[in-house]
């Protein structure tokens, strides 16, 4: 973990390979504990995984990467957004389409996704 907010808060800094590993595990077991499944294309799959990763990297906690926050710290403290956050776990509802539940079009029957796909998807977007 880097103790510089201001480094860790760059737009192009990566995830560490242990925050990435233990959001690709999460990720797989939630949508197998929750009968969901992961985007027919792969890259918003990843790229939602390497965001929640980058968030427990700066703020300790996989606060959700797809909406924009005045101050991420408090956001994380309310918890709401924390990943799983309330909409998911009371609805499936997952905005950032990690989890998808089967009638959606853009589900396919993949719970599961590697970290060679995540770290290939990161670095074709630079
Ligand atoms: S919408 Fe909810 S469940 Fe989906 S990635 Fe964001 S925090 Fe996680």
């Known amino acids: 973990m880097n103790a510089d907010p201001m480094i860790n808060s760059e737009v192009n800094t990566k995830s560490s390979d242990k925050s990435l590993e233990a959001m690709r595990h999460f990720s797989e077991q939630y949508a197998k504990r929750t009968g969901t499944y992961f985007c ?3 890259s918003v799959t990843a790229v939602v995984i ?6 427990k990297d700066e703020l300790g906690a996989p606060l959700c990467p797809c909406r924009h926050y005045e101050d991420k710290e408090a956001e994380v403290s309310a918890a709401y957004w924390n ?3 309330v909409p998911m776990r009371e609805r499936k509802e997952c905005h950032c389409m990690l ?5 959606n ?3 396919c029957e993949r719970q599961d996704i590697s970290l ?3 770290k290939e998807v990161r670095e074709s977007m630079g």
């Open 99 to 103: 989890f998808l539940t089967s009638d």
């Open 105 to 107: 079009e853009f589900a």
């Open 50 to 55: 390497e965001g929640l990763a980058k968030h």
């Open 116 to 118: 060679e796909t995540i």
């Open 83 to 85: 990943c799983p956050c």
């Open 40 to 42: 027919t294309e792969s």
